[in-house]
């Protein structure tokens, strides 16, 4: 099993940066994909959360109309478009892959927002 972040980087605040997460291994359209995210010195949160064939999103509050998850089936692969980027979304962005007991993760790409 193999989650494969990429995308991030450093951006100036009310930038935008499209991170990709490339799944192998399991059978990904069945299952649930998230993505995380830590800044330093915090616990690890909830950025979005898409359903296994699309039909439901959920996000945090702190993302909402700035963020967008998708995902292409066809390609194992899960997106996160952010947009509006503000100094506080500089963390660590994990991807997720959840099916009942079945709980994988991506390493992590780094998001730095800064002037």
Known sequence: VQLV???GGLVQPGGSLRLSCA??????SSYYMSWYRQAPGKERELVA???SYG????????VKGRFTISRDNAKNTVYLQMNS????DTAVYYCNA?????????????VTVSS
């Open 23 to 28: 799944a192998s291994g399991f059978a990904f």
């Open 5 to 7: 972040e990429s995308g």
């Open 85 to 88: 980027l503000k100094l506080e």
């Open 49 to 51: 959360r898409i359903t």
């Open 98 to 110: 959840r099916r009942q007991l079945s709980d994988y993760w991506g390493q992590g790409t780094q």
């Open 55 to 62: 039909g439901t999103t959920n996000y945090a509050d702190s």
